[in-house]
């Protein structure tokens, strides 16, 4: 799994965790299936499209990504929401995240996330995070807020994303 890669990678290596197309996990446990807990990992889907790597959150409301080291990298992968309600997908407490070019949507219909990226931790904890050139694709997909902020964000970028927000579609 990826997260077992994670547990392989040594803080500030520059490690990088290549996911090959058409890989798809699916998280069994509702808190940090993946959990990038070491610092400088660089974590990069391959393929185009419908290849991308997937990962379903489908262990209840509470299922999420956490992203609590500093300088972590996620590229190019799509997270799809396996219950209604998913309350986030990301959880990032750490400085210098990077997401980009992944994709949020729903398994089924009425399956979906309340907000995608989640900064509601302790002020500058989230410091230099960008989100980019995201993509949540259906009507379901999100329907609150696309990425939650909480206090100061130090360098934020949210930019050229693309959400379908409760059917409305707008760019952001």
């Known amino acids: 799994t990826v997260d077992y890669a994670i547990g392989r990678c040594a803080a500030n290596n520059g490690d990088h965790i290549i996911v090959m197309p058409n890989h798809a996990e699916t998280s069994t446990n509702t808190a940090g299936f993946w959990a990038f807990d070491v610092a400088g990992v660089t974590c990069i889907g391959l393929g185009n499209f419908n290849q991308r790597p997937r990962l379903l ?72 995070l960008q989100v980019i050139n995201c993509r949540g694709s259906s009507a379901d997909a999100l329907s609150g807020p696309f990425v939650t902020i909480v206090g100061n964000i130090v360098d934020l970028v949210i930019h050229n994303n693309f959400i379908t927000h409760e059917g409305v579609t707008c760019p952001i």
């Not at 997908?89 to 070019?101: E, K, L, P, R, S």
Request: hydrophobic share 45%; charged share 15%.
């Open 57 to 128: 959150l489908d262990a209840g409301t509470t299922a999420t990504v956490t992203v609590s080291a500093a300088d972590v990298t996620i590229k190019n992968i799509v997270f799809a929401s396996g219950t209604a309600d998913v309350t986030r997908c990301f959880n990032v407490t750490g400085v210098g995240c990077v997401i980009d070019a992944c994709e949020f949507n729903d398994n089924v219909a009425d399956e979906n996330f309340l907000t995608c990226v989640d900064a509601t931790g302790a002020a500058n904890t989230a410091d230099g």
